[in-house]
Protein backbone atom coordinates (compact mmCIF):
# COMPACT_ATOMS: atom_id res chain seq x y z
CA UNK A 1 0.00 0.00 0.00
CA UNK A 2 3.02 1.86 -0.27
CA UNK A 3 2.69 5.92 -1.45
CA UNK A 4 -1.08 6.03 -0.39
CA UNK A 5 -2.20 9.55 1.02
CA UNK A 6 -3.23 9.41 4.17
CA UNK A 7 -7.02 10.75 4.12
CA UNK A 8 -7.97 14.50 5.57
CA UNK A 9 -9.89 14.37 9.42
CA UNK A 10 -12.96 15.51 7.36
CA UNK A 11 -12.31 13.11 5.33
CA UNK A 12 -12.40 10.69 7.74
CA UNK A 13 -15.60 11.57 9.27
CA UNK A 14 -18.00 11.69 6.00
CA UNK A 15 -16.66 8.33 5.31
CA UNK A 16 -16.96 6.80 9.01
CA UNK A 17 -20.78 8.22 8.96
CA UNK A 18 -21.45 5.90 6.00
CA UNK A 19 -20.32 2.54 8.35
CA UNK A 20 -22.41 1.18 10.92
CA UNK A 21 -19.68 -0.64 13.41
CA UNK A 22 -16.38 1.29 12.85
CA UNK A 23 -15.32 4.37 14.68
CA UNK A 24 -11.82 6.33 15.15
CA UNK A 25 -9.16 6.19 17.91
CA UNK A 26 -5.46 6.88 17.75
CA UNK A 27 -5.71 7.90 14.02
CA UNK A 28 -6.92 4.04 13.48
CA UNK A 29 -10.23 2.66 12.72
CA UNK A 30 -11.81 0.27 15.27
CA UNK A 31 -13.96 -2.03 16.05
CA UNK A 32 -15.33 -5.06 18.44
CA UNK A 33 -17.76 -7.02 17.53
CA UNK A 34 -18.91 -9.13 20.12
CA UNK A 35 -20.47 -12.93 19.63
CA UNK A 36 -22.51 -15.43 21.71
CA UNK A 37 -19.56 -17.59 21.67
CA UNK A 38 -16.17 -18.32 21.26
CA UNK A 39 -16.45 -20.51 18.04
CA UNK A 40 -18.40 -17.42 16.30
CA UNK A 41 -15.79 -14.65 17.23
CA UNK A 42 -13.26 -17.21 15.70
CA UNK A 43 -14.80 -17.45 12.84
CA UNK A 44 -15.11 -13.89 12.28
CA UNK A 45 -11.58 -13.60 13.10
CA UNK A 46 -10.85 -16.04 10.09
CA UNK A 47 -12.92 -13.93 7.62
CA UNK A 48 -11.39 -11.08 8.70
CA UNK A 49 -7.85 -12.90 8.23
CA UNK A 50 -8.91 -14.46 4.56
CA UNK A 51 -10.16 -10.69 3.36
CA UNK A 52 -7.06 -9.08 4.74
CA UNK A 53 -4.95 -11.41 2.60
CA UNK A 54 -6.83 -10.50 -0.48
CA UNK A 55 -6.44 -6.61 0.00
CA UNK A 56 -2.63 -7.42 1.02
CA UNK A 57 -3.65 -5.06 4.33
CA UNK A 58 -3.41 -6.34 7.68
CA UNK A 59 -5.18 -5.13 10.44
CA UNK A 60 -4.49 -5.94 14.32
CA UNK A 61 -7.14 -8.18 15.06
CA UNK A 62 -7.15 -9.73 18.65
CA UNK A 63 -9.65 -12.60 19.46
CA UNK A 64 -11.16 -12.99 22.74
CA UNK A 65 -14.11 -15.58 23.92
CA UNK A 66 -16.86 -13.56 22.64
CA UNK A 67 -15.63 -10.85 20.81
CA UNK A 68 -13.07 -9.58 18.32
CA UNK A 69 -11.28 -6.24 17.98
CA UNK A 70 -9.79 -4.75 14.54
CA UNK A 71 -7.56 -1.72 14.46
CA UNK A 72 -7.06 -0.73 10.70
CA UNK A 73 -4.47 1.47 9.76
CA UNK A 74 -1.87 1.93 6.85
CA UNK A 75 1.17 1.24 8.28
CA UNK A 76 3.68 3.03 6.04
CA UNK A 77 1.41 6.17 5.82
CA UNK A 78 1.19 5.97 9.40
CA UNK A 79 -2.71 7.00 9.27
CA UNK A 80 -5.97 5.86 7.36
CA UNK A 81 -6.47 5.83 3.89
CA UNK A 82 -8.67 5.26 1.11
CA UNK A 83 -7.44 1.45 1.39
CA UNK A 84 -8.56 1.20 5.48
CA UNK A 85 -11.96 2.17 4.24
CA UNK A 86 -12.60 -0.51 1.73
CA UNK A 87 -11.20 -3.30 3.91
CA UNK A 88 -13.58 -2.28 6.58
CA UNK A 89 -16.78 -1.68 3.80
CA UNK A 90 -16.11 -5.25 3.05
CA UNK A 91 -15.59 -6.84 7.08
CA UNK A 92 -18.94 -5.00 7.58
CA UNK A 93 -20.09 -6.37 4.76
CA UNK A 94 -19.17 -9.74 5.49
CA UNK A 95 -20.43 -9.42 8.83
CA UNK A 96 -24.13 -8.86 7.87
CA UNK A 97 -23.40 -11.96 5.54
CA UNK A 98 -22.62 -14.95 7.83
CA UNK A 99 -25.17 -17.31 8.88
CA UNK A 100 -24.35 -17.50 12.47
CA UNK A 101 -24.53 -20.51 14.64
Given at each position: ????????????????????????????????????????????????????????????????????????WSHEEDGITEADFALAEEIEQRL??????
Amino acid sequence: MANAETLSDDDITEKLEETQIWSRSDNKLVTRVEFDNYKDSVFFANTVFTLAEAHFHHPEVTVEYGAVEIDLWSHEEDGITEADFALAEEIEQRLGEIKWS
